[in-house]
């Protein structure tokens, strides 16, 4: 059964760089034509999608994160990973990664790992 | 604002239906298929229904998923205790190139 889980540093200082990593355990994150993507909560918001990638390389972005975000992809740990510069208060939150699906589109997440918090905070 | 509208809350006693609308427009629900996720504290988020109206393995038939249009529906029939969660709604937004939500639904049993 495919499972991802999230890790990184829960707090980072405002306008440092926030990293996250994503491991894929039960599956081959480069035997696959999903997408490997990065979702964010923040406290009393909705979901936000950031991005995704292909063990290829190929990446997705979201466009208003587009200019902080950088996502890689280390398929000989079977880990893909977040990078957000200069974060601000508002990029506090809970972290997901997941497994998506891609036809024509980026389409269904599933599944999901359970989330690593972030604080910013000096 | 979240590009796609939801409720924020419905409610239901054990046992009875509840629907949680989920309105876009022609740039997102309206040309995409749509993605439904419930989300319980401490847990990891979980896929309900995909491609507007299917059900991934391991997903009780009590939750159903349909699409008309810019809107899209989630049904939950016998409603239990352990429904109470939020609910998202997604999908693609063609204009904006990037993946959109809802702003979630909190689904209470009373």
């Known amino acids: 059964q495919l499972q991802l889980q999230e890790s990184g540093p829960g707090l980072v200082k405002p306008s440092e760089s926030l990293s996250l990593t994503c491991t894929v355990s039960?599956?081959?994150?480069?035997?696959?034509?999903?997408?490997w993507a990065w979702i964010r909560q923040s406290p009393g918001t909705g979901l936000e999608w950031i991005g995704n990638i292909h063990y290829s390389g190929t990446t997705y972005y979201s466009p208003s994160l587009k200019s902080r975000v950088t996502i890689s992809v280390d398929i000989l740990r079977d880990q893909f990973s977040l990078k957000l510069r200069s974060v601000t208060a508002a990029d506090a939150g809970m972290y997901y990664c997941?497994?998506?699906?891609?036809?024509?589109?980026?389409?269904?997440?599933?599944?999901w790992g359970q989330g690593s918090l972030v604080i910013v905070s000096a | 604002q979240s590009v796609l509208t939801q409720p924020p809350s419905v409610s239901a006693a054990p046992g009875q239906k509840v629907t949680i609308s989920c309105s876009g427009s022609s740039s997102n629900s309206g040309e995409n298929y749509v993605s439904w996720y419930q989300l319980l504290p401490g847990t990891a988020p979980k896929l309900l229904i995909y491609d507007n109206n299917k059900r991934p393995s391991g997903i009780s038939d009590r939750f159903s998923g349909s699409k008309s249009g810019t809107s899209a529906t989630l049904g939950i029939t016998g409603l239990q205790t352990g429904d109470e969660a939020d609910y998202y709604c997604g999908t693609w937004d063609n204009s904006l190139s990037t993946g959109v939500f809802g702003g979630g639904t909190k689904v209470t049993v009373l």
């Open positions: 039960g599956g081959v994150i480069s035997r696959s034509s999903f997408y």
């Open positions: 997941a497994r998506q699906s891609m036809t024509f589109r980026p389409d269904w997440l599933d599944p």
